[in-house]
């Protein structure tokens, strides 16, 4: 199981910090990623971070989400700053644990998913 925390309303400009804590498997050889569905929007690809600790990202968010695992932990974290209305979303954990190096962009790709913590950026 994945346990998303973290979550909460900030001032555009502010920062974040969301953890997601895996429990009942080791998901130390897996590809984690982060994933958010915006109000009346569908559910799309965040950033990613491989076993080797390469990631990748969208363009939207280069430069001011960094994601992070700490494996002796199993979890893995999304330092957020200069956070932008346009973030404000439900923000996914999830992991795929197909034990491919290889970051993938979708959805479906991911078999594990934790529930979901809202961030809500103002104005």
């Known amino acids: 199981q994945l346990q998303a925390s973290g979550g909460g309303r900030v001032q555009a400009g502010g920062s974040l910090r969301l953890s997601c804590a895996a429990s009942?498997?080791?998901?130390?050889?897996?590809?984690m990623g982060w994933f958010r569905q915006a109000p009346g929007e569908e559910r799309k690809f965040v950033t990613a971070?491989?076993?080797?600790?390469?990631?990748d990202a969208i363009d939207s968010v280069k430069g001011r989400f960094t994601i992070s695992r700490d494996n002796a932990k199993n979890t893995i974290y999304l330092q957020m700053v200069s956070l932008k209305p346009e973030d404000t979303a439900v923000y996914y954990c999830?992991?795929?644990?197909?034990?491919?190096?290889?970051?993938?962009?979708?959805?479906?790709?991911?078999?594990?998913w934790g529930q979901g913590t809202l961030v809500t950026v103002s104005s």
């Open positions: 009942g498997r080791t998901f130390s050889s897996d590809v």
């Open positions: 971070i491989n076993v080797s600790g390469r990631s």
């Open positions: 999830a992991a795929d644990t197909s034990r491919s190096y290889s970051i993938k962009y979708v959805e479906s790709s991911y078999d594990y």
